[in-house]
């Protein structure tokens, strides 16, 4: 939860460049043992590059600029593929929105798991299969060895989620990156691989980078959460103080935009104006200015630092102090 | 559900599939979609029809516009039934119910202008021409916060959040007493949801539209609607209104569900007892004997598993479909 020993991962400055334009731009955050961090946004704000470019498989029209990616000691930025492919799989690994698509149609759900293994231990098919018998159990998968030789349209869109995750820890991660895993459940399979992946994070201590659009997801299991406005993060905190007392206009206003069952209904929900600038056409100011209700001119002129305001709790913006005005009692 | 004359009145619908070609000709069984609903919709209401993939809500919303014949059961829209309506029928009674779905981009034809797709409904139907139907098409431009201008340019000028906007002119177009929503927010970014949201609520205050709203999602289902009702497996198994539902969810499946929704606030998330419910949803090709719930439900008896339970109503005024709720 807290950041008292050193974090697993420690992305610092980090900018990704796509024709000139930097669409991830001096990003910096870490996640510890066992911690949930959060990057939240809207389409087109980063996170998912941002996402990629930890496991190193940015798209060919997109590079790293500037920064570091610190994995323990190492920095994965300058790795060399063929190391990069040490790493991938076995010290930080991926879990995708779409599991069934994420998984071969062709091979058994067992030999995909086990092969996840043995490329990175010296072992036997059978010890392998071991593994792989024992992580399906540990998904929460009952019946394991019928499940093994299983192909993916067999299962389920839950199932095929937990066997991408078993795949992604069978090798104990320090980090686990779950690029939206639940935005294409249903709210009763999605309950169930939340609380899934809350056990084994409390259970293996990996750290986990989430990925996720969805405030509901990220207030049931972050700890800390980044929030991403046109590449930039704009807020991070943690999530109680990030729920309870957004400091950037763009955080407030997302919060606000989100019916919620304890909120009167039809009343007007906050919306925010006009849209994402495109990249390139970000300027010098804070890329949120055009949208933001206390947007002065210094705003749109000085990009503002994100600057500590309380214990963990860092935003950028000029305005800060005037945040709370914005959506009256609703934060 | 108000007394009087309701817009929608579906009663025992049930809309079942027959699949083809079966493994040497013999035939499969029946996917029963839809078996047996019963509900009403009155003027200026909402009614959110809220359950999973494959709970038969899309298929339902589909027969009450009148895109899939049910097979049995009655839907009267305005007092006329369109189950085993002639063709002429269905033609007029189609002005009075029209749909969104969710994704707008396949909504609209992209070689169109939108000005085009407004004015085609009014066109189709002969009520306005000339200089009265560019007029007509303004306004309805205006009423869903799009200007004139925007009439002459193609739906790939226009973000996600627009183009709902424009289906949902559309739609507005015949001055429609019913619009049924599928799923129109789903595909949104949070803050343009917002404003669909908003919209939607807007105009029916100043039009008295009815709305079915279809959605997996409950805090959406909650802001948007007067009623709610539940389906699994093809049947509704618990429907009330919506202060009732919200306050005391009875079904095993509405609760499970309610507890499932992860709510945008870390405090009352961590103080909420999560009904994690066990498997998954069987096969509508295979519906469960009894109550269709009673494979996953923690209450399930024996009874549960002979007797379909029917929808009887609670003192509060809910209806549900539970032997033990």
Redesign the interface.
Known sequence: MTMSIAPALTVEDLTIDIDGASVVDGVSFSVGAGEVIALVGESGCGKSLTALALLGLLPDAARIVRGRIMLDDVDLVPLPEREMRRVRGSRVSIIFQEATASLDPLTAVGSQIAEAYALHHRVSRSEARTKAKDMLVAVGIPDPDHRLGQYPFELSGGMCQRIMIAIALICGPRVLVADEPTTALDVTIQAQILDLMKRLVAERGTGIVLITHDMGVVADIADRVAVMYAGRIAEIASVDDLFARPCHPYTALLLAAVPRLDLEPKQWLATIEGKVPAAGDFGDGCRFADRCPLAGDRCRVEGPPLVELGRGHRAACWHADRVAELTGSAA | MTGLDPILDVRDVAVHFTPRGGWFGRPRPAVKAVDGVDFTIGAGETLGLVG??GCGKSTLSNTIVGLVPPTRGSIRIRGQEIAGATRKTLHAVRRHVQMIFQDPALSLNPRATIGAAIAEPLIVRGIATGQALDKRVDTLLAQVGLRAEHASRYPHQF?GGQRQRIVIARALALEPALVVCDEPVSAL???V???I??LL?DLQRRMGVSYLFVS?????V????DWVAVMYLGRIVERAS?DVF?AAPKHPYAR??L???????????RAKR?L??SG??PSPTNVPPGCPFHTRCPLATQICARERPLLTPRPDGALVACHHA
Do not use: G, M, T, Y
Not at chain 2, 259 to 269: G, K, Y
């Open positions: 999973e993939s973000s970014d949070v803050s949801r917002a404003q949201l908003n609520v997996h999602d409950l805090s959406v909650r802001h948007i609607s919506r919200f499970a569900l507890s499932a929704v992860p709510e945008a606030n870390p405090v009352a998330q999560r994690v419910l998954e949803l």
